[in-house]
């Protein structure tokens, strides 16, 4: 759906409201998005990110920067370690 890398956090918002609108609907529910690390097809490496529906059928792909995945690696650190720590402090409370 894009050829060219998406190198920044403008450029991944619009490919997502270009994905919505050929989706026809939020891609934010019912889907899975992932940010993925590997080996092209033709042999280079590189990141991408991919957004599947609840049928694990692939809706969109684009390549993104190193930054970028770096970027969102970081941030589903940070949403891991939060959730982590909420349901610590939810137990606490529950005890």
């Known amino acids: 759906m ?6 920044n956090h403008d450029e991944l918002i619009h490919w997502m ?3 919505e609108n050929t989706y026809g609907r939020s891609i934010l529910t019912d889907t ?8 092209y097809d033709d042999g280079t490496t590189g990141h991408m990110i991919e957004i599947f529906d ?11 920067s190193h930054e970028l995945a770096e970027f969102a690696n970081k941030m ?3 949403v891991q370690q939060q ?13």
């Open 32 to 39: 899975a998005i992932h940010f993925v690390s590997g080996t």
């Open 54 to 64: 609840l049928d694990d059928a692939i809706i969109a792909s684009s390549a993104v």
């Open 2 to 7: 894009h050829s060219k890398i998406i190198e």
């Open 76 to 78: 589903n650190s940070v």
């Open 17 to 19: 409201r270009l994905v």
């Open 83 to 95: 959730g982590s720590q909420s349901l610590a402090a939810s137990r606490a409370v529950m005890h």
